[in-house]
């Protein structure tokens, strides 16, 4: 009796081990950055019409301001329909004018500093929106948005109504200042990146997991749009005009904020398979200022958000680029910080032990 109660335990694992095995679960991350967005639609069409069906049926999809309002379109269809997905999105992007997304208010910006919750209208924006998403989210997804008042990266999943879920897609959209807050569970709620958390990959890492049980099945894609391949881009001539170098101070942080965040989640996760960290190969226009919407720029950016991908993917094949791109950026690490994290072991540890330390030394 006991036997064959343990030898049916043993079968039965067996059998779960073999419906589990084999199962991965996969996700793409959509950094902030505005009109940018529309580099991402160029880049996930290249990704989806490039690589084996099975390979961009993502269960995850993360997003932080215009990431965000991607990831919502993106969540409207179920697994299976990724051509279908890219093709709408391409479209959505390619039509795209400034007056879609925001205008002056009546009384121009002086109303709008003055009177309003931000200085342009983005009641087009919500419209938009609305019409975006007429469905329950498909897949799981992470809208990631400020609480002002506490100053938190929130995220709302696919859980959320849909009336939410656009709410929240504008708020992580709507930059302070610029865009109007928006107001849910009496909460102010502002653009996700003021956290200067500008992608969400450790919420990808995160919902994964309610998926499978071994980080080693769980392979994440990134689309970056302020994380170039290097700096190197500027000119020194001495005719830089004082816009220009603001520009360019600002092109500096975001970049040095974006490659950190990569470095962080890579080596947070170690066991997790980071296959395409897809990025510009020469710097997008207005990095830094990307509120213009001008349809022509956002068509030059959909062109060469597909190229670029398609690049990564022709050069780097099935495998990614991603361990090549950790190459890049802990050289780059080591030179800011004089240290070899190589040498170092996984930081997630390291992050431990010191919590451990300090806690036995304060005798907590
Ligand atoms: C999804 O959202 C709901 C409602 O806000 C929240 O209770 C839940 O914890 C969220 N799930 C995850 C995995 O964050
Ligand atoms: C990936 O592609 C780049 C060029 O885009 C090339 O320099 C690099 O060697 C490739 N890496 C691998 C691992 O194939």
Request: aromatic share 10%; net charge neutral; with cysteine.
């Amino acid at each position: 009796m006991n036997k064959l109660f343990f030898l049916s335990l043993f079968l039965l694992a067996l059998f779960i081990q073999n419906v589990t095995a084999g199962q991965k679960c996969r996700a793409l991350a959509l950094e902030a950055g505005g009109d940018l967005g529309s580099f991402e639609a160029g880049a996930y069409k290249a990704l989806v019409y490039n690589l084996p069906a099975e390979e961009v049926q993502y269960d995850v999809y993360t997003g932080i301001s215009i990431g965000s309002i991607n990831t919502l379109g993106l969540s409207q269809y179920p697994k299976g329909q990724e051509k279908d997905q890219a093709d709408w999105l391409i479209n959505l992007w390619s039509g795209l004018k400034q007056k879609d997304v925001y205008k002056n208010f009546k009384g121009g910006i002086v109303q709008g500093l003055l009177y309003e919750r931000g200085i342009f209208d983005s009641s087009p924006a919500l419209e938009l929106l609305k019409k975006v998403a007429t469905k329950p989210a498909q897949r799981k997804i992470n809208i990631g948005t400020c609480n002002l008042r506490t100053g938190d990266l929130v995220r709302y999943n696919e859980t959320s109504s849909i009336s939410t879920l656009v709410s929240a897609a504008l708020a992580s959209g709507s930059v302070p200042t610029f865009f109007p807050y928006s107001t849910l569970d009496d909460q102010i709620y502002v653009d996700g990146g003021t956290t200067g958390i500008l992608i969400d990959l450790q919420g990808a890492v995160q919902r994964c997991r309610e998926i499978v049980s071994d980080d080693s099945d769980i392979i994440v894609d990134a689309i970056f749009v302020k994380f170039s391949k290097s700096l190197d881009l500027w000119t020194t001539d001495k005719k830089k005009k004082t816009m220009e170098v603001f520009q360019r101070a600002n092109t500096v942080i975001a970049f040095s904020n974006t490659y950190r965040q990569l470095l962080d989640a890579m080596s947070l996760y170690p066991d997790v398979n980071f296959r395409y960290i897809i990025k510009p190969s020469h710097a997008l226009p207005n990095q830094k200022m990307p509120f213009l919407f001008s349809n022509k720029q956002m068509n030059e950016m959909i062109e060469q958000g597909y190229q670029d991908t398609l690049n990564i993917i022709q050069s780097n094949g099935s495998e990614g680029n991603a361990k090549q791109v950790y190459q890049e950026i802990v050289q780059r690490f080591q030179t800011e910080t004089g240290s070899n994290i190589q040498n170092e072991g996984n930081r997630q540890e390291q992050m431990l032990n010191a919590y451990n330390k300090i806690r036995n030394s304060l005798k907590m």
